[in-house]
């Protein structure tokens, strides 16, 4: 996950120049009068070798009412929240304002990280206003002009060690994932402690009640909840010990279809609901039981099983269902039918709002992350590709006929199997799925991602391309027979 920088100040500040500047593009909007920027722009930046998220935002105005620029304060607060490490950027020829020195407060308040530049920096004339930024408390100012793109490299500086820090708590959080198999320790399952918890991602559309479910499993009011949709805004993590399992729960921004996807501040929540799922090993995908199984959740539920997590499908508002069984019956077809790469994946019922459920969702985590750890022995494997290739033999495309000799389990988190075969190439994707469903059905790895390598053989034949020897010079048996 790369570091976010958000730029924020005051208008005409120069915060979309230097945004321009580090994303090498002229991406947004740049003029000499204030108020131009009024919406988040998000760029892939770079500076050296440094990769990193910026985010343009609007110039911060004292405003707090409804008003267009009251507004545009409160997305700029958002980010300011959603962004690793804050960019506060003051006018060096204006020196500090009242508005400067409220801001400051805010951001130290607000924001873990702030950095202060002092922008227009070019020039004698700058200095006196380089002597002030001192006063608002925020650390040394880097000197800046973004438009002649001086002193890029003093904001190298201090850059480089957040991002080293950011790098490696990413790589702390980040599961263990595609772990090779060890023959020895067939029966391995690392079990979840404090130092190492359990992370577990709610994802689905907004409104779904993500945010009253992971309050309901905390037991306590910790995350901002309400009948609006898309309260939540990026993805939260929270350490909770649930039923004796230490977790970390990944609250996220609800995921609307891209189409409706307007406002640049929900595609940064959306980006990091994304990102929350690859950092997640089960993940929770939450539909709510009046509109289930829509195109975005099942793009959802699509995108964990292609990151290779494993996944738990809660129906979230079942106390408001009035008949609960053959509602069941319907949701249990329409997964079947709609998504078959996670066929026998759980299918749970909860209401966040009473609580009801919430045993059964906590097994089914468990159990989930049980089946995605799960280790099968080369000789187990080798029966059963025997007795499966009896059942149904693969096909024999333009004559050629494929032989599987082989088969062994290469990877764990998720379970991962190679088959060593003649033409690999030529094996359809149908005969794929017979044996990764059988996979599923005879050694219980139900709803869990299932990946399997299909290899050819390295060693080449010795005797091919030579010429045969003549008759007279084949080496005769005891029996007279010619070999």
């Not at 029966?187 to 402690?193: E, G, N, R």
């Not at 009473?354 to 080798?382: M, P």
Request: net charge neutral.
């Amino acid at each position: 996950m790369s570091m976010t920088l958000a730029i924020v100040g005051r208008p005409n500040v120069g915060k979309s120049t230097l945004f321009n500047r580090l994303v090498g593009k002229r991406l947004a909007l740049v003029d000499d009068q204030p108020g131009v920027t009024r919406d988040l722009r998000e760029g892939a930046a770079r500076l050296a070798d440094l990769k990193f998220t910026v985010i343009d935002t609007a110039g911060l105005e004292e405003a707090t009412d409804n008003s267009l620029q009251g507004r545009m304060r409160r997305l700029t607060e958002r980010a300011v929240d959603m962004a690793d490490v804050c960019l506060f950027m003051i006018d060096a020829r204006t020196g500090v304002t009242p508005t400067d020195e409220v801001f400051a407060d805010i951001l130290r308040k607000r924001a873990d990280h702030v950095l202060l530049a002092a922008n227009k920096a070019e020039g004698a004339a700058a200095d006196a206003g380089m002597i002030e930024a001192y006063s608002l408390g925020l650390g040394e100012p880097i000197r800046l002009s973004a438009e002649h793109g001086e002193g890029l490299n003093d904001l190298y500086a201090q850059l480089q060690p957040l991002a080293d820090m950011f790098a490696e708590q990413a790589e702390d959080d980040a599961p263990e994932v595609d772990v090779a198999v060890d023959e020895d320790d067939e029966d391995y399952v690392p079990v979840p402690t404090n130092a190492k918890p359990l992370q577990v991602a709610v994802v689905g559309r907004p409104n779904a009640g993500k945010s009253t479910l992971i309050n309901q499993i905390v037991g306590e009011d910790r995350l901002l909840t309400g009948p609006e949709a898309g309260i939540t805004r990026d993805a939260i993590s929270l350490r909770t010990t649930w039923g004796e399992t230490p977790m970390r729960i990944f609250d996220t921004a609800g995921m609307r279809k891209k189409a409706k996807v307007q406002e640049k501040l929900e595609k940064l929540s959306v980006g990091d609901g994304l990102r929350a799922v690859k950092f997640a090993e089960v993940v929770v995908v939450l539909l709510d039981a009046a509109i289930p199984f829509e195109q975005q959740d099942l793009r959802i539920a699509d995108l964990a099983e292609r990151e290779g997590r494993a996944v738990v499908v809660a129906v979230n508002k079942w106390d408001i269902e009035y008949d609960k069984q053959a509602k069941l019956r319907d949701l249990k077809e329409s997964f079947e039918r709609l998504l078959p790469q996670l066929r026998g994946a759980p299918l749970i019922t909860v209401s966040a709002k009473t609580g009801r459920g919430l045993d059964r969702l906590h097994d089914a985590i468990l159990r989930a992350y049980d089946v995605w750890n799960r280790r099968v022995s080369t000789a187990q494997l080798n029966r059963w590709l025997t007795g499966m290739l009896e059942a149904h033999p693969p096909p024999a495309p333009q004559g050629k006929r494929i032989k599987l000799r082989y088969m062994t389990q290469a990877k764990t988190r998720p379970p991962g199997f190679v088959v060593m075969c003649s033409h690999p190439d030529k094996v359809p994707e149908s005969y794929n799925r017979y044996l990764v469903n059988g996979l599923r059905l005879d050694f219980d790895m139900p709803g869990t991602p299932i990946r399997l390598y299909m290899r050819g053989q390295n060693a080449a034949n010795p005797y091919k391309g030579r010429k045969k020897a003549p008759p007279s010079k084949l080496r005769k048996h005891t029996d007279g027979r010619r070999s």
